[in-house]
């Protein structure tokens, strides 16, 4: 069990499932898209973790570029997505893959790929470690997913509660 702020949480999956789960998507992703030189584009803060573990697995080198979008506040969505850090007009003409932590209502990612699409990217790939299935509110395809999980707050492993929680190597969730 760990606390963060006034919550207890505990362990849900460990550093070695999820360094696992790296390495299946970093070889699906180099099998598919090593010849496109794509642009790796991974959302701020939370998928730090997850891009510096796939870097790492892939097997080709590639561009990385970091977009910083917010909408969390506490343990729910605020419903209202900021941009901080859009995507480069380099993405023009590129192949983009966003690397995600998590994709919950969906929200986040259809403001992304809005603004996005208006740069012409030559295609766009979507990488999330998690995704929660039961509150997806959206209709986009992600082509590449770590783990589909319940409904539940997690941390660690990038994802934070009130920035706080992620430096945990694994995850946490919350009882
Ligand atoms: P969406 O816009 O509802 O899909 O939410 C996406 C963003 O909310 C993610 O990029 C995370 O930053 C954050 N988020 C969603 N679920 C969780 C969670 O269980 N723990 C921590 N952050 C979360
Ligand atoms: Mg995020």
Redesign the pocket.
Known sequence: MITVHDKQFKLYMSESEIQKEVNRLASEISRDLRDKNPLFCP?L???FMFMADLARALDFDAETFFVK????SG?S?TGE?KTVQSFPEKCRGRHVVIV????????????MLSELSKLEPSGISIASF?F?PA??K?DFKIDYIGRSIPN????GYG???DDYGRFYKDIYVAV
């Open positions: 959302v803060t939370g998928s979008y917010s909408s969390y343990m969505s997505v995600e932590d998590i994709v919950d209502s969906g929200l986040t990612m259809k403001k998690f929660k509150a997806f959206s539940d707050f997690i941390l994802l934070d509660y």
